[in-house]
């Protein structure tokens, strides 16, 4: 396994600390010495410093002011100081006024005179004296100071404490504690619920939520025509039982595990064997895998006990979820692809499972949250002493590659790639020992060449070399897939824990250049009850076990609310906390905070069962109740905070593309195995290989199953929102945009799922009102009113003859005018609002 | 504030199924109401932030990053100083040899602009250009440059320039995208990506690249996705629609008379519908005059695609558009400099004059601004015997109406061109004028996201006031 040159990252760091500050500061001045300030450093400062960097700037620039002596001694937000009186070495101001480095010329515009840098410095050679004595209160070198034990009052980093719901007035609308939270809320706002769904709705709207699919006819009529109480748990429970139901909240989870399977970025290097992680969250939402393990597992699975082979395997494929994030593979830092690599998992674990944005402290504190650099730092330790193993191979666009996992074939894993002959093997043996061989002689030629003349040796020669080379480690990519017999390889993406643990210094302005202070890997402090200990101990390896414990913790204050929150989000349409990635101080503050501490404290009680906390949401009467519309009540609350009524939703992407091809009979759903891009292999082929493959045949899988390669996602997903694959989004957008109506109305897909809806419903036995009220039942869920059944013979009797006409007239045009009408009448169902809307 | 007019609702009260315009009405009002302008939806006009130099903005990007000193930066020094080793301003290069430009620099116009013998059409408008000389981006690498200037970063995902300004300025035409981009390279989706932004500010791509790239359409020149339906008439498309609108407004009344959702529905259908007729007459250019064609070399081998998408661009803007990108590959020429570059100036030279003279006529240039250039420079000194390497410290971009000066230069790089000496405009400060050019404040125009506001040109951005009208 390849490591990285991290070490390389531990420099001296240069820092100084007040006290010596003021040890060599001055306090009288000798007159000579204070005519030299006031005649060659005071109007200088003013006249080209002051600017930015003073009291009176509009914006202080780098937190650094130099119109007092306290501050241009403390220097700014790089650490380092302005001014140290005798050394102009360790004099910040200087170093950027001489222009050495290209990353600090000061002043921006146009360097200083010689001259007056050389006063600069035999002022500061002879201690630089300075009179402007006026002491800044609370001066910090720019720093925002963080108190801590503020930092911990914020609503959110305080533990959920359940309360005893409230009082209601109204009686008998409360079926469940939920109700009651909810209903104080109304009344306190002086209105009033709405109807309940009706029993048509409502099926529509559990099944969508569970399953990501419209019930079908039998399921609606058998739920309308149960009347028994315990009609709605029955129904709910017939869903989490389904085999949809994972594949419908994995899918909910791979959005805030901004999950893909290529590196996005400028080259956007394929993933093959991504798709394992997505379907080992499907399988834990599946089986109800409690929510606390889920997460321990997808921290450090590879270092949780387990049970057998299989269920180690299950544990390191979790890890992928550090492994699937976005990359830059050509950066040619490595040190800094690296740094990037934890930034992108610290800002993806952090908002996935803690609602906070600690990436933010990167290069500052952050600017919000009580949460520090050296917090920061603190976790970039525990990620750098673990290795990211996302596999890829060398090429001219990639520099960053690493190992893959590789599982026992007994794991029980399912494989990707059909098993291929062992002559195959050979032969691709044999192809990468001749392109091996031709990349070698490219080099030796252009070696020689290089020998003879040296301006000829140039970029074509380099190319070539590059050229045969990448063609020999595409084939080699291709070969590592199988063993040696021709059975695929089963690779998993993951983490893996680095033989020598391995702390970070803090980064000033995270720039890998300017490393500081070592700190000691470890936890967010204001996390962490005061005094706790907060770092990871010398021989906890890594300490990615200890950051999975410390999160997936009871006393976590914010892993059980941020997930409560989540899951009410997908159910009610809107989140108690509005900004579900975000818990921190910018975030919203829950409009219902008693109730999402109810919420996360059950969830947690009942053994982090997700299944228990979706059936709680769904049993209540908030849930089932009506989306109607009520003036009185819009006029007061017209966003629903208070959830007097269902919010109407609108369907993700994938439920409306799953929902037309259920409707039309021909979703398939035979889970996937692997992945077009796993398919697609390694080579240099491969984008071409996935174009045909997911452009060329009509897939009919579900959504989840379709490839998802980072800023190319399948055209009927992203026209409907799906987001972007490189960020944490636990709220999908719902726009109303003219694309949509454009796919509907005109793309081949939704053309395609029209027709096959018109072809089930051709074949429905029974009149034509029949066949009218079975299109209704498999779009809907309810049969066509009054209004509708005139609007629809309205079509009829003026589309199907301009079709007719059209065609040409003629019987066999007729037969085609009537499928042609059936079929648009279909797609005008599939195409309709009421389609992919849950009232 | 004003109250909004419903004139885009017309279509309720004219609809063939006669929908109820008052309940839609009573509706709107409502809404506006409550949300105060917004209501008119995200791609409405907006109010700049201060004075509106450019309405419209055209971007022709040189991806490969084009040679500036053999073209817009007139280094004589460069030219004594050929066959000497690089000066330590070339930092790693120090071993190079310095080579001169490789075609003839000029003075044009009554400005007496320096530019190379590269642009005989263009040097026509000299006195137009306002020639930035001291650009700089940070990254000497293709795809993170190209990104940074787009988005401004190259480490992030973050929304680009065409996005932010259709966000902070709105559309002028609603039947058409607000952001176009042409021939966008592949894998280069953040150039026209939102981001964190809503999705509906993204820019809508016509051709270009990418593994995906889809024919749209059925027909023969690429366009807008989805945009012509291959299996109906107008009349029988217009019939369906009647239904499906009719269906939403059951659907409206059942639900109490009120939704916003669904009136977005009903509305996007009529947009839609709208944008079918709209867009392909934008883009149908044979309506243009045999002169006009001319002027942006169409017909002509060399200079017809180019020409075209010029074309396309001018339709555009005078359609509303309120961002247009062409990319322009190929730039990169660390060999055969001298034949490839020559090509790729002529294969553009004439469409771009086209451009610029034809919005000229047409009073369209005040309000227009017009970006030529690429992600970086290259360097004074040869690489191989005909070619230069990356450079990233110094290079030229050029813009022209929408308020900016013309005949000048901005700024300076040193005596070979390496590197930027006098007044640097970091890519920053290029997003931050060209956001004021069009009456934006870069320090304003914000977005909220993951708990803080983002700007395109993050903390840094500084306004070349100097080269503004």
Known sequence: MKLLPLSSLILAPVMLTGADVAETAHAGIAPDQLQFFEKNIRPVLAR?????????????????????????????????????????????????????????????????????????????????????????????????????????????????????????????????????????????????????????????????????????????????????????????????????????????????????????????????????????????????????????????????????????????????????????????????????????????????????????????????????????????????????????YDQLQNSNTSALIELDRDAGQVSGLAKIAPAEVAQLKSRYETAARTAEEARREAFAMRQQDRDKAGAAAFLRIRGTRDNAEAIKADLDLFHEDGTPRTLVMGVLDRKTPFNSPILVRGDIKQPGEVVPRGLVEVLCAKGEPLNISPEGGSGRIDLAHWIASKDNPLTARVMANRVWLKLMGSGLVATPDNFGVMGQKPTHPELLDHLAVTFMENGWSVKKLIREIMLSRAYQTGSAYDAANFAVDPDNKLHWRMNQRRLDAEAIRDAMLAVGGVLNFYPVDGSPVARAGEGRQALLTLQREVTGKPHTCRSIYLPIVRDQIPEMLSVFDFPDASLVNGDRETTNVPSQSLFLMNNQQAQGAADAFAARVAKFDGNSSERLGYAYQLAFGRGPNAQERQAISHFWTRFQPQVAKNMGGGKDAKQKADFAALSAFCQSLIASAEFRYLN | MKMPSFSRREFLKTGSNGFGYLAFAALA?????????????????KAPHFTQRAKHVIFLCMQGAPSHVDTFDYKPKLIADAGKQAPSAAGRYGSAKLMPPQWKFTQQGRSGLWMSELWPELARHADKLCVLNSMTTDLPAHPQAFTQLHTGTTQFVRPSLGAWSLYGLGTLNENLPGFITINPPGNAARSYGSAFLPAIYQGTKIGGGGAFARRFGGGEQAGVANIRNSRHTTEEQRTQLDLVQALNKATMQQGGGVSAEVEGVIESYELAFRMQAEVPKVMDLSRETAATQALYGIGEQETDTFGRQCLMARKFVEAGVRFVEITHGSWDQHFNLKAALERNCHAVDKPVAGLLADLQSRGLLKDTLVIWGGEFGRTPHSQGDDGRDHNNKGFTMWMAGGGVKGGMNHGMTDDHGYKAVLDKMHIHDWHATVLALMGLDHERLTYRYAGRDFRLTDVHGTVAREIMM
Not at chain 1, 101 to 111: A, C, G, L
Request: proline content about 5%; glycine content about 8%.
């Open chain 2, 29 to 45: 009002q409502q809404q506006w109401l409550r949300a105060g302008a917004q209501a008119a939806g995200p791609l409405a006009a």
């Open chain 1, 48 to 392: 080209h410093c002051y600017k930015c960097h003073s009291a009176e700037s509009e914006k202080v620039k780098g937190g650094l002011t130099l119109d007092t002596k306290q501050a241009t001694l403390l220097g700014g937000e790089s650490g380092h100081p302005g001014v140290t009186p005798g050394s102009v070495a360790q004099s910040s101001i200087y170093a950027a006024m001489t222009w050495k480095n290209e990353d600090m010329q000061m002043p921006p515009k146009e360097k200083l005179p010689d001259d007056v840098i050389a006063n600069f410095k035999k002022w500061i050679e002879m201690g630089a004296p300075d009179p402007r004595e006026t002491k800044v209160a609370n001066a910090n070198g720019g720093k925002r100071v963080i108190d801590m034990e503020e930092g911990r009052k914020h609503w959110s980093f305080q533990k959920p404490v359940k309360q005893a719901p409230p009082e209601v007035r109204t009686e008998g609308w409360t079926r469940t504690e939920i109700d009651r939270f909810i209903l104080a809320g109304i009344e306190k706002a002086g209105l009033h619920p709405v109807r309940d769904a009706d029993r048509p709705t409502l099926i529509r709207r559990i099944a969508f939520d569970l399953t990501g699919l419209p019930p079908t006819p039998d399921e609606v009529k058998a739920f309308v025509a149960d009347t028994s109480p315990d009609a709605a748990r029955r129904v709910i429970d017939m869903y989490l039982d389904s085999e949809r139901y994972g594949e419908r909240w994995a899918r909910h989870w791979l959005d805030v595990a901004r999950y893909a399977e290529s590196s996005g970025k400028e080259v956007n290097v394929l993933y093959s064997h991504a798709w394992r992680y997505r379907d080992y969250v499907i399988e834990s939402f599946k089986k109800d895998k409690p929510y606390d393990q889920f997460l321990k597992e997808q921290i450090a699975g590879d270092l949780l006990k387990f049970t057998d082979k299989r269920d180690q395997a299950e544990k390191i494929v979790a890890t992928g979820f550090l492994a699937v994030g976005s990359k830059g593979h050509n950066n040619r830092d490595r040190r800094q692809f690296a740094m990037d690599l934890v930034d992108e998992q610290i800002d993806a674990m952090s908002q996935s499972m803690l609602g906070l944005t600690l990436a933010c402290a990167r290069c500052h504190d952050h600017k919000f949250d009580p949460v520090t650099q050296r917090d920061y730092y603190a976790l970039a330790g525990i990620f750098l002493s673990s290795e990211t193993l996302f596999g890829t």
